[in-house]
Nanobody, 124 residues
Framework: QVQLVESGGGLVQAGGSLRLSCAAS????????IGWFRQAPGKEREFVGA????????SYADSVKGRFTISRDNAKNTVYLQMNSLKPEDTAVYYC?????????????????WGQGTQVTVSS
């Protein structure tokens, strides 16, 4: 089992940057693909990006490609989401999640463990 805790959210002006962290417990952290999702009020939870077990492969939603970067440090059991050039439409609760699939799945249902989420608010 894996427990995930997100941190680093907050309020930022448009064009600014934030780095979210996802800290995991458990010795098997490196066996999981880690995904980032977000959910805005009144909207469904959507895929932001994911990173494979070894940290060498990543996938991103078109809406964040070129602005967001995911990395992981398996020695620290932590995954990061660096968000640059933030836009008001990036405002949402951001979640990290762990999946046993190795191909960086996009579907919410393919992730087994979830963090509690961290709020990101981008003002215009």
């Amino acid at each position: 089992q894996v427990q995930l805790v997100e941190s680093g959210g907050g309020l930022v002006q448009a064009g600014g940057s934030l780095r979210l962290s996802c800290a995991a417990s458990g010795r098997t952290f490196s066996m999981y693909t880690i995904g980032w999702f977000r959910q805005a009020p009144g909207k469904e939870r959507e895929f932001v990006g994911a990173i494979g077990r070894g940290g060498w492969s990543t996938s991103y939603a078109d809406s964040v490609k070129g602005r967001f970067t995911i990395s992981r440090d398996n020695a620290k059991n932590t995954v990061y989401l660096q968000m640059n050039s933030l836009k008001p439409e990036d405002t949402a609760v951001y979640y990290c999640a762990a999946s046993s699939y190795n191909d960086r799945p996009l579907g919410v249902s393919l992730y087994d463990y979830w963090g509690q989420g961290t709020q990101v608010t981008v003002s215009s």
